[in-house]
């Protein structure tokens, strides 16, 4: 079983490929997405991460979404490397919520040698509380990424953001191969990858199949894939930007799905934007992690209480651990040993 089952994750994805799953009748794509989701999850299921921006604005690059960029005029109120304490106080807030995993996010091209001893002292604290920690500093060198690893971060998030075709056309202060690098550190590093992208920004259905093919062909998929909707944030370039179709977001996450089938998919930025239906529709075709707590880094998210509320509407119920193994990886185990089948087949 497991190994047929491994048999389905590839890493040799074209892009016409994803293409034509794209461009699947909806109905189609929606079964074909649910039944891979039904092998590889419990699909009532969900992971809860809660994100903390620890140094907020004036950040030096150009990427034409952010808020954060120094380069914009977005009224952002700035902040300087947040105390410990002050991080612990809200790491501790954010598990008495249910949240298992607490991501620190801070608005750096990367992060300097002289902030790694405060970086280290909030993973340690972090771990301490027993939540799951999760970091996103910009480009880390190989050292930095050893450093983090050492004192047990568990995920780096970094994006890929788009296709490379598209990448330039959103940031010209780091190129894609930057980036590509810099999850190369961290995997070489022994830390779990988080990455993914944002779409909405006026890319093509192809770019998003670039970003996908991107994705599902590194050497090994990231454990998290956070699929962001442009939220558009008055003074960015980006502001003005028509939605997205709706059935397009919905599109993206499903085939992020069937192709990195045992990664889990993020229904991150956007939400507040979205209805109960849409994100049930996410839900449906296999996402299965969000953002939860009222605020992203700098902008809104849904209230807790609702997504409480959204969640036992539709019979979903936080997911409470995590594997110590990527799937991907063909022995896996959960974190307490026990025998809990992380597989859930289509037929049950
Ligand atoms: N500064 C670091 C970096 O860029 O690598 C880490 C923080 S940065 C804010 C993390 C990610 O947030 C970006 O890669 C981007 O994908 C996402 N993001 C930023 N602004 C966004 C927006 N307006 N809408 C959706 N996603 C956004
Ligand atoms: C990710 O992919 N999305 C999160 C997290 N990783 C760091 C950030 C979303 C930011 C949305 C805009 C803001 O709140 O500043
Ligand atoms: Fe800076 Fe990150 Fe925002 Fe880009 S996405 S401007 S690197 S904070």
Not at 2 to 8: A, G, R, Y
Request: with cysteine.
């Amino acid at each position: 079983m497991l190994n047929s089952v491994l048999e389905t994750i590839r890493h040799d994805w074209q892009v016409d490929e994803i293409v034509a799953l794209l461009q699947l009748p909806f109905n189609d794509l929606v079964y074909k997405a649910q039944s891979v989701h039904r092998r590889f999850f419990d699909p009532n299921k969900v992971q809860v991460s809660t994100l903390l921006s620890i140094k907020t604005g004036a950040c030096p690059e150009d990427c034409k979404y952010c808020p954060q960029s120094s380069r914009y005029d977005t009224e952002l109120e700035k902040e300087k490397l947040m105390q410990v304490e002050r991080v612990l106080t809200e790491a501790k807030n954010a598990k008495a919520q249910g949240a298992t995993r607490f991501c620190m996010g801070a608005a750096w091209r990367s992060p300097h040698d002289r902030d790694l001893p405060h970086l280290i002292a909030m993973v340690k604290g972090v771990k301490e509380l027993g939540l799951e920690s999760c970091m996103t500093l910009g480009m880390l060198t190989a050292n930095q990424a050893n450093q983090l690893a050492d004192a047990g971060l568990d995920y780096y998030n970094h994006n890929l953001d788009t296709s490379p075709e598209f990448y330039t056309d959103i940031i010209t202060t780091r190129t894609y191969q930057d980036r590509i690098d810099t999850l190369s550190h961290v995997r070489n590093a022994g830390m779990k990858i988080c990455s993914g992208g944002i779409v909405g920004m006026g890319e093509s259905l192809r770019d998003r199949a670039g970003l996908l093919a991107q994705l599902a062909n590194l050497p090994e998929h990231p454990e998290s894939v956070p699929v962001n909707m442009l939220v558009k944030v008055q003074g960015t370039p980006l502001s003005e930007q028509p939605d997205l179709d709706k059935f397009d977001f919905i599109r993206t996450l499903a085939v992020a799905r069937i192709i990195m089938p045992a990664s889990h998919i993020r229904l991150s930025a956007g939400r507040e934007q979205m209805s109960e239906e849409m994100q049930s529709l996410a839900f449906l075709v296999g996402a299965n992690s969000i953002f939860y707590g009222e605020k992203l880094l700098t902008t809104p998210n849904p209230e807790a209480s609702k997504d409480m509320k959204l969640f036992a509407k539709l019979g979903i119920q936080a997911e409470e651990r995590s594997i110590e193994k990527h799937p991907d990886d063909s022995s896996v185990q959960q974190v307490d040993g026990s025998s809990t089948p992380l597989y859930y087949s289509a037929a049950n």
